[in-house]
């Protein structure tokens, strides 16, 4: 039985174990070995990571081919207005040829933890937040198509991948997840596992060796 891990990945850590640099790794909040990220998502992004113990798994869902689902939600400055939405929805032309088909919309504020450091947003500019789902992986793509539309992103908080989501945890918790067979397609609704501290297998936020001094536990 394949074994995934949905990680709530923090702002400005990478979706890497190492790093010779000294920036914060996966290694600082998991303790998985033989687990790698099943796709990956930028340094200053944040929310659903999904890693897994089965290579055939972690190429299912990390291949745009799959067209599986990512869902976003996405800080952006000015008002996102029905133009911009329907753009994103038909695709854009960005440098490297246009996006596939999307769905948009614009949504509340939604409830989320306070990012550290915090947004830095423009007293005289509003903001607004947006949905934003695409079957592709292409490199900071979503920053891309929401300045494509005219309205950049100010956070990206990634909230779902397929049927797999982030509800319940916060930044730097995981819970497990299983599939039942080793190579199963991700497009099946994932049974849940145990959240994080309900087993003695599951993995520990730790602080990682050789971390610079003063540089706290990021949570």
């Known amino acids: 039985m394949a074994e995934l891990l949905l990680f709530n990945k923090p702002f400005q850590v990478l979706s890497q174990f190492t790093d010779s640099d000294g920036r914060a790794t996966l290694a600082d909040y998991l303790d998985a070995p033989g687990f790698r990220a099943a796709g990956r998502l930028d340094y200053d992004s944040e929310g659903l990571l999904l890693l897994t113990d089965d290579g055939g798994l972690q190429q299912r869902i990390a291949n745009p081919r799959h067209k599986l689902w990512k869902t976003?939600?996405?800080?952006?400055?000015?008002?996102?207005?029905?133009?911009?939405?329907?753009?994103?929805?038909?695709?854009?032309?960005l440098s490297d040829g246009p996006t596939l088909p999307a769905r948009a919309r614009r949504i509340e504020p939604p409830t989320l933890w306070p990012r550290q450091?915090?947004?830095?947003?423009?007293?005289t500019v509003p903001d607004s937040w947006l949905e934003l789902a695409i079957?592709?992986?292409?490199?900071?793509?979503?920053?891309?198509?929401t300045a494509a539309a005219g309205f950049p992103t100010l956070r990206l908080v990634r909230w779902a991948v397929g049927d797999w989501t982030l509800d319940g945890l916060q930044p730097g918790e995981h819970r497990r997840v299983f599939v039942h067979e080793r190579?199963?397609?991700?497009?099946?609704?994932p049974h849940a596992g145990r959240k994080k501290g309900s087993d003695p297998g599951a993995s520990r936020a730790r602080r990682r060796k050789g971390s610079a001094p003063g540089r706290g536990h990021r949570r």
């Open 72 to 93: 976003y939600r996405v800080q952006v400055e000015g008002v996102i207005d029905a133009a911009a939405l329907a753009s994103l929805e038909r695709g854009l032309e």
């Open 117 to 123: 450091p915090p947004v830095r947003t423009r007293k």
């Open 135 to 145: 079957r592709e992986g292409r490199n900071r793509q979503v920053r891309r198509m």
């Open 183 to 189: 190579g199963q397609s991700p497009f099946s609704s």
